[in-house]
């Protein structure tokens, strides 16, 4: 993924990727109704969820992003930093209260400007923010998704900060083209043949975390190398391309991914703090980006049936509640994806 900010960097305004996922650089962009169920651009999407998103460079500008009164539905800003962590508490569950919130770099010394509400510090100098609207308790009334809420839920830069809140119909975004697809199943957003090209510029953005300096300092020696040595270079290109089918794409499965969570189903139980899980950071990166922290969702995956062996006819899948509904507190959804 560390691809799509450079994509999107000289958009000059919010849009659509290929028509259907929301985009943005320096601001954010938001759905009006339900994301394409057919899209392949990001797996695993939520059929239930409004979804919005953008990519941030703090490093340039503090962003504000205002947050409207969402009434009773259930709802999340969730922010993250480059390494798919999230920093912010933003949503129902916190309790947090409509205003204008600063989103700044991890070195931001500025002054915050009057009528900000609270300033949220991200750990690295790129951000993601992934805005998202649920169905939830208390919302019964609500059978296709509120486009007042969205219109009003947007992301300026701090220069065009005044106090005042802005509002934009989403509904009449640019779109921009679709990246490349041989239309057999998801957008491959990582190229393994230029994998170590790109990484040096990933790693100078992206600090170590405490810890991680000697792995740093190892890897980048690797590289180094590689640039003075056209057989070394090749090695790591066939070895990325290698990794990428060996071990990469099996992530796209469901049973790699997360702890066992019983009867065959799998759970993450440190989604978005990842720290030092490269595993799971990786399984999630493959098979459902950007998830939440636990306090905010719980995701339970399964790719088989009830024998063990991967689902080979959908069409007689049957789920069955052995104790009643789950017992949440806000929102709940069962997701059937194809291959």
């Known amino acids: 993924m560390s691809i799509a900010p450079t994509a999107f960097a000289e958009a000059p305004e919010p849009g659509l990727l290929g028509g259907v996922v929301p985009v943005a650089f320096g601001r954010n962009a938001?759905?009006?109704n339900y994301i394409s169920p057919d899209q392949t651009f990001i797996t695993c999407t939520n059929q239930d969820v409004v979804y919005g998103a953008g990519y941030m460079a703090l490093d340039k500008e503090p962003i504000v992003f205002q947050v409207p009164d969402f009434g009773d539905r259930f709802w999340v800003y969730a922010h993250y930093d480059a390494r798919t962590d999230e920093f912010s508490e933003i949503g129902k569950q916190y309790g947090t209260k409509p205003g204008f919130y600063l989103m700044v770099g991890p070195n931001w010394k500025g002054e915050t400007p009057a009528g900000i509400t609270a300033v949220v510090r991200s750990s690295t100098s790129l951000g993601v923010c992934r805005s998202a609207r649920f169905h939830g308790r208390h919302a019964r009334r609500i059978t296709r998704p509120s486009s007042r809420c969205s219109i009003r839920s947007s992301t300026i830069r701090s220069s065009e900060f005044d106090g005042k809140t802005k509002t934009k119909d989403w509904s009449k975004l640019a779109h921009f083209p679709a990246p490349a697809s041989d239309g057999k199943g998801e957008t491959k957003w990582v190229n393994p043949e230029t994998f170590f090209d790109e990484l040096p510029a990933?790693?100078?953005?992206?600090?170590?975390?405490?810890?991680?300096?000697?792995?740093?300092?190892?890897?980048g020696?690797?590289?180094?190398?590689?640039?003075?040595d056209p057989q070394i270079k090749q090695t790591l290109r066939n070895t990325a391309i290698a990794a990428e089918r060996e071990m990469i794409d099996?992530?796209?499965?469901?049973?790699?991914?997360?702890?066992?969570?019983?009867?065959?189903?799998?759970?993450?139980v440190n989604g978005a703090q990842w720290g030092t899980d490269?595993?799971?950071?990786?399984?999630?990166?493959?098979?459902?980006?950007?998830?939440?922290?636990?306090?905010?969702?719980?995701?339970?995956?399964?790719?088989?049936?009830?024998?063990?062996?991967?689902?080979?006819r959908p069409e007689r899948l049957r789920y069955h509640l052995c104790q009643g509904l789950p017992p949440v507190e806000g929102f709940w959804s069962l997701t059937l994806y194809n291959e």
């Open 202 to 219: 990933v790693m100078k953005q992206v600090p170590p975390l405490p810890g991680e300096e000697a792995l740093y300092n190892w890897i």
């Open 30 to 32: 938001m759905l009006t």
């Open 250 to 268: 099996p992530f796209f499965q469901w049973r790699y991914n997360g702890r066992a969570a019983g009867n065959g189903w799998n759970s993450p």
């Open 221 to 228: 020696s690797v590289l180094e190398a590689a640039a003075k």
């Open 278 to 312: 490269y595993l799971n950071r990786t399984g999630t990166a493959k098979s459902n980006m950007y998830d939440n922290r636990p306090e905010e969702t719980k995701y339970i995956y399964t790719d088989d049936d009830s024998t063990g062996q991967a689902t080979q």
